[in-house]
């Protein structure tokens, strides 16, 4: 009995390295593949620096999906700080123009690749309206349409934001005004 007994145990004990294995083989890829994203994030956020013309250390991002289109808002994080608030303002506008004449060069040069919906955005800009307006410690700007495929095109165009900022805002439609 206690024969079987010790085989038994040694079989358990087997069957658990054996299912525990892959997983501790898996660790250093993980640690490899959070350094990787970590060090590409890095990487975005000083081009995105460089674009925008301010820190993104000191400012905070949103992309909120709306039932017509959505909106793109920045802020200072403190509200002391006027410079970045005030280089928000310069940025933003301008982003705005060059959206309305169907230019997505700023997000490419950002993010390497052109962002997801931008190309559909370009071709339908004639029905896509750019608003933009100063906020308390930045600005934002409002998208809106009436038209359903250069909505989806809106849609995707912010969520990759979303997802490409880690900006934890919602992947789906937004139902307030900010």
Known sequence: MIKSSSSSILTLVATAILIAAPAFAQQPQSSDAHKSAHDSMEKMNERGDKVMGFDHTKTTH??????????????????????????????????????????????????????PGADLMQQLKA????????????????????????????????????????TGDPLVVYSEKP
């Open 62 to 115: 949103h992309f909120l999906l709306k039932a017509n289109g959505g909106v793109i808002q920045i802020e200072a994080n403190d509200s002391a700080d006027t410079v970045s608030r005030d280089q928000i303002r310069r940025h933003l506008p301008h982003i705005a123009r060059m959206f309305s004449a169907g230019n997505f060069s700023a997000p490419m040069l950002i993010h390497e690749q052109n962002p």
């Open 127 to 166: 029905k896509i309206k750019y608003e933009y307006a100063e906020t308390e410690q930045g600005a934002l700007i409002r998208i809106a349409t009436d038209d359903a495929e250069a909505l989806k095109a809106i849609h995707e165009f912010l969520r990759f934001q979303i997802t490409e900022h880690m």
